[in-house]
């Protein structure tokens, strides 16, 4: 017996000796490479990029534009890897970077053309299409050429392209300009067929959220309300098209939104030849492949060099200071970013948490130097507690003394209003969505379900609260609390925009009932101060701080120098697992698809679970 004792006891040390050997070699691995990756950085300094002269700035969006490019999900990049997809990740482009690097350009006499490289150009919101387009307009202003190009142009690309003196298009390419929609799924039937209850509580006409659960299809106030703002984001998009190609005397507005019949007409007369077609009604200049485009950029620059030089955006950017640049002025201006649902906790980059943002929030509040703050949100909102929090954080700034300026980027509707009531100035692009301002909460129990296949519930319980759950049917008393909850926070947002707005309560419940408005609507309404970009939001808190000389800082969530390095480390090592594991694409796009789905249901994390969210906020 004491044999057997010994041998497991020795067995038990050998192994955790053989464990504590494996963990030191891991961990002194990773030390050395490390010590390596820092050592071949100082070893491997990259020649500095020299611009040439006349010299045509490329910009080749392979990717998306972005209000802030998101931290590296290393996860994300270990899946590209093993799917074989190392070579087609899309770039993050962001927007104010790509407008300062376009401005840059037009002052910098070494260039004197721009291209527009668009085939890749995933999405972009139609108010940082605008933004992009408007440098791009103040580039032409002094003469410089700009050319765009792409295999095919959708309905975002060519948006940017109409900014372009020259348009061109492959002989077998298309112009698909579909106008803008939106479109959902209805489960009331199959929650029928399922035997599950959804429970719902909302306060707000058009806060049409919960729609799917509970009809068969679209209320006739959701399509009233979706229709009014899906008209002026299109009508927009027909209007800033034929400004920019007023030169072209074949386009028109039929020529952006075409009649079906029209269409056919004219399909036919080209003999369903579609780049033919887009030639024929001015939404392009000429029918050219990427190489004739490319050795064509000479003759039609007009330019009397034969040679030029083309440098890609990257390279040229890597050469220009940084977005904000510190010169030491004793007064700071402070932007802080929030893109993404709005939720309670800890952000993991993706959305707005309301601890993580309000520790953004303290720094510029605890910054003597920050005089005014600029906070660009762009969020259909999400929960109504951590939206409450971070409203209390705005009014901390203000009270002390900092001026406060909400810029709304493509979306700031509901949680995201919530929170922009609180500034002392509201500054939206014409196309944002925002409003929304209603409140609902949800969920469902499968008592039903669970009886249909013989499973029963039933047991003893102290009070009628602890008896809830989701295998038990919701009493009409209880549904009644909910509700009331639901009324509750309904009546404390009407409150806090009229405090905010210093609107009455009927003024604001007029323009609330859940409706979203566009900018210009919004202005129209009372929630809006002004039209304008980043910049006017700037500019209006420097105005309101009775500042003139003063830094624009961006206050960011800081990533620890450890994780920086290893961040580098794995997404450099990634390269040495082996490649194709996984090669179907289609695998790749279902697992990320459920992937989001997960991921919005994780988010939905409001202590009260009570909503203030605009689904309805995305076009397509």
């Known amino acids: 017996m004491a044999f057997l004792f010994n041998f497991i006891k020795q067995l038990f040390v050998k192994g ?28 491997t300094q990259e020649e500095p990029i020299k611009v040439a002269d006349n010299s045509y700035l490329r910009l080749d969006l392979n990717g998306y534009i972005v209000e802030k490019k998101q931290p590296i999900n290393i996860s994300q990049e270990i899946s590209k890897q093993l799917a074989g997809l190392d070579q087609e990740v899309p770039q993050a482009f962001e927007t104010q970077e790509l407008i300062k690097t376009i401005r840059s350009a037009k002052h910098d006499n070494r260039i004197t053309g721009l291209v527009l490289e668009l085939t890749d150009l995933q999405s972009a919101s139609l108010d940082q299409l605008s933004d992009i387009g408007e440098a791009i307009k103040e580039f ?17 690309q060519y948006y940017l392209a109409a900014y372009a003196d020259h348009i061109t298009l492959p002989p077998n390419g298309f112009v698909l300009l579909q106008g803008y929609s939106v479109n959902r799924l209805y489960f009331k039937d199959l929650l029928d067929t399922l035997l599950v209850t959804p429970h719902i509580f909302k306060v707000g006409t058009y806060k049409s959220f919960v729609e799917p659960f509970t009809e068969t299809k679209m209320s006739q106030y959701s399509k009233e309300a979706n229709q009014h703002w899906l008209d002026q984001l299109w009508e927009s998009y027909i209007k800033r098209i034929l400004a920019q190609r007023k030169d072209n005397k074949l386009i028109t507005a039929n020529s952006i939104n075409p009649d079906l019949e029209s269409l056919k007409a004219k399909l036919q007369a080209v003999s369903g030849d579609t780049s033919e077609y887009a030639l024929s009604v001015g939404l392009v200049d000429e029918l050219a492949f990427y190489d004739d485009f490319v050795s064509n950029l000479t003759r039609l620059a007009n330019t009397e060099d034969d040679t030029v030089n083309v440098i890609d955006y990257n390279s040229y950017r890597s050469t220009l200071s940084p977005l904000y640049k ?14 993404g649902e709005i939720v309670s906790g800890f952000t993991d980059g993706t959305t707005i948490a309301d601890k993580s943002f309000n520790a953004l929030l303290q720094q510029a509040r605890n910054d003597s130097r920050v005089k005014a703050v600029v906070i660009r949100l762009d969020t259909p909102g999400g929960s109504a507690f951590a939206s409450e929090n971070i409203r209390q954080q705005v009014l901390a700034l203000k009270t002390a003394g900092k001026k406060v300026v909400v810029s709304m980027g493509a979306v700031t509707a509901s949680g995201g209003y919530w929170i922009a009531s609180a500034a002392d100035e509201i500054i939206a692009s014409p196309t944002t969505l925002t409003g929304s301002i209603g409140i609902f909460g949800m969920f469902a129990t499968i008592d039903k379900s669970l009886n249909k296949i013989g499973v029963h519930q039933d047991g003893v319980s102290t009070s009628p609260l602890s008896g809830f759950g989701i295998t038990q049917p919701l009493s009409p008393e209880l549904a009644e609390i909910f509700q009331i909850g639901i009324e509750n926070g309904y009546a404390n947002f009407l409150k806090v925009v009229s405090e905010g707005r210093s609107m009455s309560v009927e003024e604001v419940d007029k323009v609330a009932q859940g409706r979203v408005w566009t900018g210009v609507d919004g202005l129209e309404n009372g929630l809006v101060d002004q039209l304008g970009d980043l910049q006017s939001a700037i500019n209006t808190a420097a105005s309101l701080a009775n500042i003139s000389d003063f830094d624009v800082i961006s206050i960011e969530p800081k990533v620890s120098s450890k994780q920086a390095i290893f961040n580098q480390i794995l997404t450099s090592s990634i390269t040495l697992l082996p490649s194709g594991v996984i090669k179907q694409r289609s695998w790749i796009s279902i697992f990320s698809d459920l992937e989001e789905q997960a991921n919005f249901m994780t988010r939905l994390n409001d202590p009260q679970s009570r909503y203030v969210y605009c689904t309805q906020c995305y076009i397509e």
């Open 16 to 43: 955790f000796k053989f464990i504590n050997f494996i963990r030191l070699f891991i961990l002194n691995s990773l030390f050395l490479i490390i010590i390596l990756v820092i050592f071949i950085s100082f070893r």
């Open 140 to 156: 032409k202003a002094d003469g410089k050429p700009v050319f765009a190009y792409a295999d095919n142009y959708t309905q975002t």
């Open 326 to 339: 510190t010169t030491g002025a004793e007064n700071q201006i402070a932007v802080i970013h929030g893109t």
